[in-house]
């Protein structure tokens, strides 16, 4: 099956810092790819959607200023967490659509963020 | 709003135990349900869909049926490995790809 593969797959960085995260599709273009956070014991929650370019569109209650989303072209999103801060620690998930495939979509492993 | 509500894990078995692993939702109209499964250090697969009501999906022995009556989407499965460990996530969506997951069943089995 398609591949999405996201990196880093864990990152540590001191709070007040930024970290950035990639999303790839590797062998399909998408244009839509969605960022979700989980937290522990918890479901995936959806934060974004990244649209190859334009604007990714925010869900409620999600800080844009603090979670910049750049889809740069058809295989790559980028997830920004700026000004980190521990709260902000939590497991980051990418997924992309198959184009032309209803109800299919490929998750990456996901990115462990902790904020010192 | 629209939500998924899962069993709560840890689901311990011993293998060739029947499995089931039950899962209701809140939604307008008529969303499509899924399962996904997550195994250690791996991407969220999926494992089965349905996507109107009465439908079964299944793939690997696992089994789900769309009851719109009872608004649930209990996944089954007849005899587990012990491969079968892993997470499991009850999801919907409306045609948008955008999905409403559930807190995710962790399954262990055991020889």
């Known amino acids: 099956g398609a591949v999405v593969s996201q990196h880093p797959s864990r990152v540590i960085c001191k709070s007040g810092t930024s970290v950035k995260i990639e999303c790839r599709s590797l062998?399909?273009?998408?244009?839509?790819m969605f960022w979700y956070r989980q937290f522990p014991k918890q479901s995936l929650m959806l934060m974004a959607t990244?649209?190859?370019?334009?604007?990714?569109?925010?869900e409620q209650g999600v800080e844009k200023d603090k979670f910049l989303i750049n889809h740069a072209s058809l295989t790559l999103s980028t997830l920004t967490v700026t000004s980190a801060h521990p709260e902000d620690s939590s497991f980051y998930i990418c997924?992309?659509?198959?184009?032309?495939?209803?109800?299919?979509?490929?998750f990456g492993p996901g990115t462990r963020l902790t904020v010192l | 709003g629209n939500s998924v509500t899962q069993m709560e894990g840890p689901v311990t078995l011993s293998e060739e135990a029947f499995l089931t692993i039950n899962c209701t939702y809140t939604?307008?109209?008529?969303?499509?349900l899924f399962w996904y499964v997550q195994y250690p250090g791996e991407g969220l697969q999926l494992l089965l869909k349905?996507?109107?009501?009465?439908d079964k999906g299944s793939n690997k022995g696992f089994e789900a049926t769309y009851r719109k009556e009872t608004t649930s989407f209990h996944l089954e499965k007849g005899s587990v490995q012990v491969s079968d460990s892993a997470v499991y996530f009850c999801?919907?969506?409306?045609?948008?790809?955008?999905?409403?997951f559930g807190t995710g069943t962790r399954l262990q089995v055991f020889p």
């Open positions: 997924s992309a659509p198959y184009q032309g495939v209803k109800d299919t979509q490929y």
């Open positions: 990244s649209n190859e370019g334009s604007k990714a569109t925010y």
């Open positions: 999801a919907l969506s409306y045609n948008t790809d955008k999905l409403i």
């Open positions: 062998d399909f273009q998408a244009t839509t």
């Open positions: 349905a996507t109107k009501a009465d």
């Open positions: 939604a307008t109209g008529y969303p499509s």
